[in-house]
């Protein structure tokens, strides 16, 4: 990685790597750090991917649903789950839910789903929190 030796001038670009968008940002002491984001097109290509997904298994029992919701969230959440990335991941997380309330909608034709019903359900299936993984440093005193 490059860094910025000087501490002022203007934002110099970004750029994408391995699904993340590293750009340059400033840290909490006034300096430039080098940051990094899920990059726009592996976030819209795993939502799409996702709801994909649902379409087809809308058909499966709720319990097999949010088992396998869950193991594709923990998946996202393990790669993409880096220190700085937290506002990607959330919207990731909420988008996730919000697609499998669409899909639960579109199973009957009777009454509606509701977000009250939803939650229920949730409670019921609970999806894997939004959170980071430990970073490497973290992971290494972890057994103290």
Same mark, same amino acid.
């Given at each position: 990685?490059?860094?910025?030796?000087?501490? @002022?001038?203007?934002?110099?670009?970004?750029?994408?790597?391995?699904?993340?968008?590293?750009?340059?940002?400033? *840290?909490? /002491?006034? %300096?430039?750090?080098?940051?990094?984001?899920?990059?726009? *097109?592996?976030?819209?290509?795993?939502?799409?991917?996702?709801?994909?997904? =649902?379409?087809?298994?809308?058909?499966?029992?709720?319990?097999?649903?949010?088992?396998? !919701?869950?193991?594709?969230?923990?998946?996202?959440?393990?790669?993409?789950? =880096? %220190? @700085?990335? $937290?506002? /990607?991941?959330? %919207?990731?997380?909420?988008?996730?839910?919000?697609?499998?309330? #669409?899909?639960?909608?579109?199973? $009957?034709?009777?009454?509606?789903?509701?977000?009250? #019903?939803?939650?229920?359900?949730?409670?019921?299936?609970?999806?894997?929190?939004?959170?980071?993984?430990?970073?490497? @440093?973290?992971?290494?005193?972890?057994? !103290?």
């Amino acid at each position: 990685m490059v860094a910025r030796q000087d501490g @002022g001038g203007p934002e110099p670009g970004s750029f994408d790597f391995l699904g993340f968008t590293f750009h340059w940002g400033r *840290s909490r /002491s006034g %300096r430039w750090s080098l940051r990094r984001k899920t990059a726009k *097109s592996r976030f819209s290509r795993g939502l799409t991917a996702l709801n994909k997904w =649902l379409k087809a298994a809308r058909h499966l029992p709720i319990p097999v649903q949010a088992r396998v !919701l869950g193991l594709k969230l923990r998946g996202h959440m393990n790669y993409y789950g =880096l %220190r @700085g990335n $937290s506002r /990607s991941i959330n %919207r990731f997380h909420y988008e996730v839910r919000r697609l499998w309330f #669409k899909w639960l909608r579109r199973r $009957s034709q009777r009454t509606a789903l509701t977000w009250e #019903k939803f939650n229920q359900v949730l409670d019921r299936h609970p999806l894997p929190p939004a959170r980071l993984r430990p970073s490497k @440093g973290q992971l290494r005193f972890a057994n !103290l």
